[in-house]
């Protein structure tokens, strides 16, 4: 009888220690996918968003250009003109390779940190079509005229491109991307930090 006593308190106990180790266990374990879970869908998320972003602008230009020379080359002689109007064409293009975006998620201390942007990155493509010309016999167009007049018509195009203005229309493309990154984040309870510098705190 005694026996019986003395293991009976000791098998329950041993019981209660399992059980409560079971039930411990069972809590980190769903705290441990949880933290797991979150982790795959942010990363999932920014691995989906690795792709270029690209901000398109079109535009178009008529230029008409005159030019001025001597019969002959003698001053004596009346002087001949001769007209071209030419088309340009431009498409200006900004983009960011979101590959090169630093994005770390700190899963214990529920944080999504902002480490590097992508710089943006502007080309500029002019084309120019030929619409008439008007020459004489005398005194033709020659292909150094044609050169000299499609290089200016390109080099004006670059110039009359807004790129700032171009630049601040891909950031917000740029943004709006990063948007869906930080709604997913707040949604699972992380905190945001941006160490670029770049971006609007009220963004997010």
Do not use: C
Request: aromatic share 8%.
């Amino acid at each position: 009888m005694n026996y019986r006593n003395k293991i009976l308190p000791f098998i329950l106990g041993a019981a209660a220690m399992l059980l409560l180790f079971l039930l411990w266990n069972k809590i980190t374990k769903k705290a441990d996918d949880k933290v797991q879970n979150d982790y795959y869908i942010i990363t999932n998320q920014i691995r989906k968003m690795n792709k270029m972003v690209v901000m398109e602008q079109d535009f178009s230009s008529m230029q008409k250009t005159k030019m001025t020379s001597q019969l002959l080359g003698s001053p004596l002689l009346p002087s001949l003109e001769k007209e071209i109007i030419t088309f340009t064409k431009t498409n200006a293009q900004v983009s960011y390779d979101l590959n090169k975006m630093t994005i770390e998620v700190d899963s214990i201390n529920k944080k999504l940190i902002i480490k590097e942007l992508p710089t943006p990155e502007v080309k500029i493509i002019p084309s120019v079509e030929i619409q008439s010309m008007d020459d004489s016999f005398f005194d033709r167009f020659n292909e150094n005229d044609l050169k000299k007049i499609t290089q200016y018509a390109k080099d004006n195009a670059v110039k009359t491109v807004n790129q700032d203005r171009l630049k601040a229309e891909g950031k917000k493309q740029l943004l709006e991307n990063l948007d869906h990154i930080f709604v997913l984040a707040k949604a699972l309870n992380y905190k945001i930090e941006d160490n670029t510098g770049k971006l609007d705190p009220s963004s997010f």
